[in-house]
Structure formats: C-alpha cells, structure tokens
C-alpha cells in the first residue's frame, strides 16, 4: 500500500490570493464599468532591462550555433556569472565572499524552500511573523512542526514583528537552532540596522545556530547605512546563509535566475557535536537534484552587472521606489501608520479594523486591491500590504481616490 507524507496534512491550504480573487471577481461583475488597480501582488510589472534582454539573445543564437552550443552547464552556474555576482554583490561593499560560495538557482523561492533537508528533524526553529509563507510550509511538510492551532503550528518558535518592536523581532527568549529573517521584509517593509543585525550573528554565534538571511528585496535599499547583505556584518560567515535573487531587482520573476551563497565557514553539526560544512553538503544536494539555469538566462543576469546593465537596472526599483513614495505620502496624509515604502518596495499600514474588512472597504470605495496582512501569520491581523509594483499612471489614479474615499 502506498501510504503519504501525513505531515501534508498539516498544511494550511492558503487560500490567500484566490480569496483576493473571488472578491475582486465578484465585485468587478457587480460594477462591471468600474476600473480595478492592483497592488496587491507581490510580482514586477515592468519589461526587462535592454541590457539583458540582448544578452538573452545573443546567448540564444550561440545556442543554435553547434560551434557555440551549450548542453549541460555547471549545476552551480556558469563561472561568469558567479564571479560577477562575487564581485559586484559582494566584494564591492567589503564582504568576503568568493565565487565558488555561490550558488546560482532558479529561485529564492526553492533555495529558502529546500534548505530545510539538510538540517536534522528535531532542531528548534525560529520564524517570524507576519512571513513569507515558503519557510514555514516547507518545514511542516519535513515534519518539524506539530498540528496547527489556533492560527501558529506548534513545536515552533514564532518571531512576533509589531508595531512595539519597528518590525523587527528581538532575539528569542528560549533556545533556537535555525533563524529565518527576511529584511528589507516582506510583508512589512521593515528594515534592520547593521547593530540590530549584529545582535542576531552574536546570538547565532553564541548558540551554534544558523541564520537563513532572505535578501531578495536587497536592491530597494536606499539608504546606505543599511546592510544589503549579512556578510557585511563581522562573524556572518560561520553562521549565515544568505538568499538572493533577480526576480524583484531586475524584473526576473518570469525569466528565473536567484543565487544562494553558503560561505566555505558555514558550519552545523552532527550528532556527535562534531562540526560539518555546510557548503560541502549543499553543493551534493545541489549537483544531485538541480540541473542549472539555462545558459540564455545566465547571461542575461550577468548583464545587470555591466556598465549600462547595472544603470538600466537600477532605473528599474527607482521607478517602483517613486510609486512607493507617492502611497506613503497619500497614506501618511491620512493619518494612518505606516512601515515600510523606504528601501522597500512593500508599504505595512495599520488599517484600524479587521484585515479583510479593510481589503473589503478600500476596494468597494476605490476599487483598489491590496493584500490583507492577516495572510502572513497572526501579527498580520490589522493590517494590510500595498505592494509599489504598477505603473506610475495607475498608482496616481490609485492614490487619487484612496485619498478622495478615505479623506
Ligand atoms: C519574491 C520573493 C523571493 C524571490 O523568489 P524567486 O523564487 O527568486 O522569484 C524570495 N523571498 C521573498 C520574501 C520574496 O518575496
């Protein structure tokens, strides 16, 4: 008899965004002449850069030339683009990390997601919330949470971030082995401080824990002060993995190119307490169960490291950063409190009732769509996300008549 991982059945259906749907859905039939504006989802808008797209192309047509033609590429991406990421990610903001510590992907979302199987069942983990589901759901399909109730699963330590601590959740009280963070944060837009994000490496340290650093919202950073990666904070190397990705900073999200970088230091340990790199057994994990990233899309993420591929990409969060700051203006003026729109592309506001009552209003007043915070974990509840990804036109329109309705 074949039987089924059980822990499955542990999982939340999420049921999030076709909910977004079917009230959007309904709501479009019921004023069929009114015009919706999206800011809710948490994907690009804008084409990609001219930069990559010729190089997608040129790579394409090596492809098709046998003298030039690529099969099989190293499973842990092409040495050019590793040494561009090392070196422009990296190396340029004086973190030591070197292109054999990268690990080129087809998502953040499967490196943070896949992470987890190389790590013993019975760690105690640290999540935050609110949160980007992925981490969460994988480690109750490995089985290292208990049953679900009353809105957390048990067995895990939950982060809260809330309005008291800026979002950004203080060191936990009891013991932990596995941190995820996530900053600048989706949902909440918050960002942590190169002292804030010390504490958390001392605290690693001192625990012989590991830190799941998710950067992929690193290229909104604005103000310089703040740390775009964790191995610019010292000691990060023992005990951080970090996760990047094209898919927000360069409009990849459709095109599919990320990187993880697990430091030839990483340590964890077995059961006998002896230490175990962790660069060694991902790259086993990595070379057995992922294939690489196409070449064409090698290149073109290569190309965002190029002169005018770093400024053509660059234009691309400014124009997400300028619709930022026009919600944030327009909310502000409203008297809400807000996180986030600052080297984010998210904004976190306090709605002053039930998440999906807020969701409920804004789009029957203004046909706005945002995202109910209450999808994203308990702490979410009050709150409501609205995402900078549209166009300029649209979130001018958008902000005319939030600030009209709610005015
Ligand atoms: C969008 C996003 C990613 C990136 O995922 P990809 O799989 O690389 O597209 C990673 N982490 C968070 C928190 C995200 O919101």
Same mark, same amino acid.
């Given at each position: 008899?074949?039987?089924?991982? +059980?822990?499955?059945?542990?999982?939340?259906?999420?049921?999030?965004?076709?909910?977004?749907?079917?009230?959007?859905?309904?709501? @479009?039939?019921?004023?069929?002449?009114?015009?919706?504006?999206?800011?809710?989802? !948490?994907?690009?808008?804008?084409?990609?850069?001219?930069?990559?797209?010729?190089?997608?192309?040129?790579?394409?047509?090596?492809?098709?030339?046998?003298?030039? $033609?690529?099969?099989?590429?190293?499973?842990?991406? /092409?040495? $050019?683009?590793?040494?561009?990421?090392?070196?422009?990610?990296? @190396?340029?903001?004086?973190?030591?990390? *070197?292109?054999?510590?990268? $690990?080129?992907?087809? !998502?953040?979302?499967?490196?943070?997601?896949?992470?987890? +199987?190389?790590?013993?069942?019975?760690?105690?983990?640290?999540?935050?919330?609110?949160?980007?589901?992925?981490?969460?759901?994988?480690?109750?399909?490995?089985?290292?949470?208990?049953?679900?109730?009353? !809105? #957390?699963?048990?067995?895990?330590?939950?982060?809260?971030? =809330?309005?008291?601590?800026?979002?950004?959740?203080?060191?936990?009280?009891?013991?932990?082995?596995?941190?995820?963070?996530?900053?600048?944060?989706?949902? =909440?837009?918050?960002?942590?401080?190169?002292?804030?994000?010390?504490?958390?490496?001392?605290?690693?340290?001192?625990?012989?824990?590991?830190?799941? $650093?998710?950067?992929?919202?690193?290229?909104?950073?604005?103000?310089?002060?703040?740390?775009?990666?964790?191995?610019?904070?010292?000691?990060?190397?023992?005990?951080?993995?970090?996760?990047? *990705?094209? *898919?927000?900073?360069?409009?990849? =999200?459709?095109? #599919?190119?990320?990187?993880?970088?697990?430091?030839?230091?990483?340590?964890?340990?077995?059961?006998?307490?002896?230490? @175990?790199?962790?660069?060694?057994?991902?790259?086993?994990?990595?070379?057995?169960?992922?294939?690489?990233?196409?070449?064409?899309?090698? #290149?073109?993420?290569?190309?965002? /490291?190029? +002169?005018? !591929?770093?400024?053509?990409?660059?234009?691309?969060?400014? /124009?997400?950063?300028?619709?930022?700051?026009?919600?944030?203006?327009?909310?502000?003026?409203?008297?809400?409190?807000?996180?986030?729109?600052?080297?984010?592309?998210?904004?976190?506001?306090?709605?002053?009732?039930?998440?999906? @009552?807020?969701?409920?209003?804004?789009?029957?007043? =203004?046909?706005?769509?945002?995202?109910?915070?209450?999808?994203?974990?308990?702490?979410?509840?009050?709150?409501?996300?609205?995402?900078?990804?549209?166009?300029?036109?649209?979130?001018?329109?958008?902000?005319?008549?939030?600030? +009209?309705?709610?005015?």
């Amino acid at each position: 008899m074949i039987t089924i991982n +059980e822990h499955y059945l542990k999982l939340q259906a999420s049921y999030l965004f076709s909910d977004i749907a079917g009230r959007v859905a309904a709501f @479009q039939e019921k004023n069929p002449d009114k015009d919706i504006i999206k800011l809710g989802i !948490g994907d690009v808008t804008k084409g990609l850069t001219r930069s990559a797209v010729d190089a997608f192309h040129k790579a394409v047509d090596e492809m098709a030339d046998t003298t030039t $033609f690529r099969g099989y590429g190293p499973e842990q991406g /092409y040495g $050019f683009l590793r040494d561009a990421i090392a070196a422009n990610d990296f @190396q340029s903001r004086g973190a030591d990390i *070197s292109a054999d510590e990268i $690990f080129v992907s087809d !998502g953040a979302k499967c490196d943070t997601g896949n992470i987890q +199987e190389l790590f013993s069942r019975d760690i105690k983990i640290a999540i935050p919330d609110p949160v980007y589901p992925v981490y969460l759901d994988t480690n109750v399909m490995a089985g290292r949470t208990g049953e679900f109730a009353e !809105g #957390r699963f048990k067995g895990l330590v939950y982060l809260d971030s =809330t309005k008291e601590n800026k979002f950004v959740p203080s060191l936990p009280a009891e013991d932990v082995d596995l941190i995820y963070l996530c900053f600048p944060n989706n949902p =909440t837009g918050s960002t942590i401080t190169r002292e804030e994000l010390k504490t958390w490496v001392d605290y690693a340290r001192e625990h012989k824990a590991l830190i799941l $650093f998710d950067a992929a919202y690193e290229a909104f950073i604005r103000d310089e002060s703040l740390p775009k990666s964790i191995y610019e904070i010292e000691g990060a190397k023992e005990v951080a993995i970090e996760f990047r *990705s094209f *898919s927000k900073s360069a409009g990849f =999200t459709g095109t #599919r190119c990320a990187y993880s970088v697990v430091p030839k230091e990483c340590t964890a340990y077995d059961s006998k307490g002896n230490k @175990q790199l962790l660069h060694s057994l991902w790259n086993r994990r990595h070379c057995t169960k992922f294939n690489g990233v196409s070449y064409p899309v090698q #290149r073109a993420a290569e190309a965002t /490291y190029s +002169e005018a !591929g770093k400024i053509q990409t660059r234009a691309l969060t400014d /124009y997400y950063m300028k619709n930022a700051e026009l919600i944030c203006k327009t909310i502000a003026k409203l008297g809400y409190e807000y996180a986030g729109g600052q080297n984010s592309p998210y904004i976190w506001i306090d709605g002053g009732m039930d998440s999906w @009552q807020f969701f409920d209003m804004l789009l029957n007043k =203004t046909g706005v769509v945002c995202t109910p915070g209450a999808g994203f974990g308990k702490c979410g509840n009050g709150y409501i996300r609205i995402s900078a990804f549209n166009s300029y036109e649209n979130v001018e329109i958008a902000m005319a008549r939030v600030k +009209e309705a709610l005015s």
